[in-house]
Every structure is written in structure tokens, then in C-alpha cells.
């Protein structure tokens, strides 16, 4: 028997064959020019995939959370007023980042497996005053999607800059960054992009840029400032080397392969199989008796699915168990529910036949565990989604 067992969790995810042979292709010089040429693809790949065509894109090597760190310390001065909407630990790790970085924050927290309503935040942006507002897209904690198409309209009508996180959601969730007037959006290569961690992406809009021009102090941390790594991004895309630090050369290579596939799918299809394949899988959940830590069916993700165990089976051994039946899947990571929780991600270059594989392992692990269902219902009612 093969060793192969799907890696079926919220990052990193199972990457493409092509993607790999990149990543594992002999490193060349940072100024190579054929290096140079595949990061200027990649920036300019970058803004088709945000679908942002005025945005400034980043690649600076470190993870997801270095992408939030640029928006941060960029964005926010010392005394600056910042609106938190958490859905999860994500939308509480910016609470706790844009406070290192001065900001008075405050937080708008949904209970677990809420969203934060749109007339909630509008509320609290009414009274004024905030430089920027973050919204975690989709909280990996959580399994929750938040509703950003209407975000960057509420941002501009109160002067506020408005930051998604959307390291659980780029190429997987539906984003128009421009269309919807977003400031900043966010990610990581280890989520839906498709690559292996190690580089945090991140779209500025004109509008994020004049706000960083316009500070009035120098942005407190070295690495993440904006002012060495902009002249660098705009010498590769216009196919110049350039130096500030040194580029994570074989990541960057394959990533301008990975979003050359993700825009070959097309950005609509692309989307289209996510909500597809999400909504196969949940059917699935549903069918074995599980309740799914978003409160409502709207608020579920297409990238991932977050469930709570069946009473009293333990989450290590069950995880376990599952991975026997041929799916690695994660537990919890909220810790009001960690201990009860499990999380299945489903995005980038996952099919039809890997969700119904993963159901099948989980059925297989639920079994064991002693959970009453019909052998099989969580598969059929996938499938039935699959061939609908
Ligand atoms: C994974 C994730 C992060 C953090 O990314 P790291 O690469 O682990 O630093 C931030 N926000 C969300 C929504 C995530 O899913």
C-alpha cells in the first residue's frame, strides 16, 4: 500500500507537482535573470488573483502573521484609533498586534461561531476618529466567514482604512479588492495560494500607500517597512533586480507557478469549485449528526470546516484515527472549544474524490469512536452535492 495520506488541514495544504518542482529546481542568484523575471510574473499575477489592478503588491519572506505585522506597523501610528472585528484568535492576534504598535484598539468580538453584524461595526465607526478597521475574512479558528463585500464602502464613507485578513480565503473565497474597495488584503503562501509556508503576501491600495506616505513618524519595525521593500517590488516588476533583503528565492519561483495555475483555472471557476467542494463536505458533516461551529449555514466557510466532536470522544485519539483511515485533519485551535473541536480544510488543489475520501476517514474515525450514524450517509450526501 502506498504511503499517501490526504493532508486535509488549514495549512499548509497538499501542493501541486509543478509548484514542488519549482520549490526543489537548484537556487539561482537573486538578480538571475530569469529570478528576476519570475518575480516580476508573480507581483503582476499578484493583482489578477486580488483582482485589485491599481493595487502595490508585497512579497516579503516570513508567515501569514508577518503579513499582518505590514499592514500594522505601516499603517498605524502611536495614538492611533484601530476598530478590531474579531471572529476568532485571528481577529484577536491583530488586537494584540496593532497594540504593540501603538494603536488604541478596539475590539468588536463575536461570540464563538458568530459573525460581528455589519450594523455593529457601522456603529462604532460612526462615532469616528478610527485610522483603520481589520476584518479577518475567514477566522481559521472558527470556520467563519465574514461578509467583506460591503466593508470598503463602510471604510470610505468613514474615512477609514479598511484591512482583511485574508489568509484563509485569498484564491479560495470570492475577493474583488478593487470592485469592493478594500485597503488592504492579506495572505499567506502555505493557504489556498498553494505554496509552501514561508512568504507573506499582502495588496496595498493607492489610497493604503498615500495614508503610509502621510505618516508622520518612521514605522517602528525594520524588516516590515514599507520604505525598503517598495522600491524593491517595483524594481522586479519593472524586471530590475534589487536589494533589501535577501529574496526566499525558490519560494518566490514557486509561486509565480502556483498563481499561473490559479488564473488558468480562472478566478470565477476557481471559487466556484471551493464553494462546490465546501458545500459537499458540510452536506457530509451534517449527515454523520455533527454540528458545525458556525451558528448558521451562511456564516460556513468555503475554505475550511470547523466541528464540534460528538460528546465525550476524545480529539487526540480520533485525530488519530482518521489519519489510520487515510485524511490528516487538525483539531481545535479556539481555546474555548479547542478540546472539543476539529478543522478540515478544503482548499487549493483539492477534487471532488479527495473530500469524499476525507468523509470516508472521518466516518471510519467516528466509528471507532463509538458515534451513532449510518455507515456511509456522510459520503452519499457529499456525493449527491458532487453530482448535483
Ligand atoms: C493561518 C492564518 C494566519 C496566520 O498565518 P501564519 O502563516 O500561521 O502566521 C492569520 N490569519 C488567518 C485567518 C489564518 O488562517
Known sequence: MKGRTLLMIPGPIEFEPEVLQALGAPTTSHVAPAFV?????????????WQCPSGQPFVVAGSGTLAMELAGANLVEPGDRALVVSTGVFGDRFEDLLGRHGAAVT???????????ASAMEEELVRG???????????????????????????RKYGTLTVVDGVCSVAGEEIRQEEWKLDIVLTASQKAIGVPPG???LMASPRALEAFHARRRPVGSYYADWSKWLPVMKAYENRTPSYFGTPAV?????????LGQILAEGMPARFARHALLAKAFQ???????????????????HTLTACYAPEGIGIPAFLED????GAIVAGGLHPAIKDRTFRVGHMGAVRGADVLATVGAIEAGLRRAGHRFDAGAGVAAAQRVLLS
Open 37 to 49: 523575471d519570475a518575480f516580476g510574473r508573480a507581483l503582476e499575477r499578484m493583482r489578477d488573483v
Open 250 to 258: 525558490n519560494l518566490v519561483a514557486a509561486l509565480d507557478v502556483s
Open 107 to 117: 475590539v468588536l468580538r463575536a461570540p464563538v461561531g458568530e459573525i460581528v453584524a
Open 129 to 155: 476618529g478610527y485610522k483603520l478597521v481589520t476584518v479577518t475574512h475567514v477566522d481559521t479558528s472558527t470556520g467563519v466567514r465574514m461578509d467583506v463585500t460591503k466593508l470598503g464602502e463602510l471604510g
Open 283 to 301: 452536506a457530509g458533516m451534517d449527515a454523520v449528526r455533527l454540528t458545525q461551529v458556525p451558528a448558521k449555514p451562511p456564516y460556513r466557510a
Open 322 to 325: 482518521v489519519k489510520n483511515a
Open 199 to 201: 512568504l507573506a503576501l
